[in-house]
């Protein structure tokens, strides 16, 4: 059997482009004694509350015929945000060059977090140039990078 979050995104693939909108990433995960699936969409411009709820609507429909999740849960469709969190190789490619962060699980030299210029992507190794210092990152030691928004 395919992953839920596999199958949910090849039913939601064709309503996200019908709608105008590229799937950015879906997520089927347990908060609080609660199931969650969202679906992350993007588009050029930024996403709107319009966008999303041509999504959800019939998205919900397809979920409820086609039946991939056994039990309850919330379903959510938002923007994929400003501070996206990048997972695929798709995603670390069209933001190289960006700024982003870097969480460790394990401190490295003191910290767990690290800003810099995203560099390159390799089997899931993550390369950053902070303030002209090169610094790699493991797959194994990456918690979670995503783009970053100075305020």
Wanted: glycine letters at 10%; a negative charge; aromatic letters at 10%.
């Amino acid at each position: 059997m395919a992953k839920v979050t596999d199958a949910v995104a090849a039913l939601a693939r064709p309503i996200v482009e019908g709608a105008g909108c590229s799937l950015w990433d879906v997520e089927y995960v347990k908060e609080a004694g609660t199931w969650f699936l969202r679906v992350y969409i993007d588009k050029e411009g930024g996403v709107s509350i319009d966008d999303c709820e041509a999504v959800s609507r019939p998205l919900s429909n397809v979920l409820d015929e086609a039946d991939p999740i056994e039990g309850s849960y919330t379903f959510e469709v938002s923007s994929a945000g400003a501070d996206r969190a990048l997972k695929k190789p798709e995603h670390f490619a069209r933001f190289q060059g960006e700024e982003v962060e870097v969480r460790l699980y394990r401190p490295r030299e003191g910290r767990k977090e690290f800003v810099g210029l995203l560099r390159s992507y390799e089997d899931g190794g993550v390369t950053l140039d902070a303030g002209g210092e090169e610094i790699m990152f493991s797959k194994q030691e990456i918690a979670l990078v995503r783009l970053y928004l100075r305020v």
